[in-house]
């Protein structure tokens, strides 16, 4: 079983900053890949950013340029770090792991950005 424990969510005006964090827990050792998605309101769950083992990083087009992610893999840690925020990002994050062929869950963080 791995759990997922995210922070960093809150309120921030149009342009301003905010850092998740997410850190996985418990029997793992090699995670294949880690990441953030988001839902909005009345809209689907969709891919902001993802790490996959090898280094590779993927971006929503949406935030591309704005928003970054790291990983700590000694802590089996994922990072977003959002710049440039938007009220079009207001939804709530989930953190996202694959590990064993099998997707776990955070309880997700809400970030509203206001105008």
């Known amino acids: 079983q791995v759990q997922l424990v995210e922070s960093g969510g809150g309120l921030v005006q149009a342009g301003g900053s905010l850092r998740l964090s997410c850190a996985a827990s418990?029997?793992?050792?090699?995670?294949?890949?880690m990441g953030w998605y988001r839902q909005a309101p009345g809209k689907q769950r969709e891919l902001v950013a993802a790490i996959i083992s090898g280094g590779n990083i993927k971006y929503a087009d949406s935030v591309k340029g704005r928003f970054t992610i790291s990983r700590d893999n000694g802590k089996n840690t994922v990072y977003l770090q959002m710049n440039s925020l938007k009220p079009e990002d207001t939804a709530v994050y989930y953190c996202?792991?694959?590990?064993?062929?099998?997707?776990?869950w955070g309880q997700g963080t809400r970030v509203t950005v206001s105008s």
């Open positions: 418990g029997s793992i050792f090699s995670i294949t890949a």
């Open positions: 996202n792991c694959v590990y064993l062929s099998r997707n776990y």
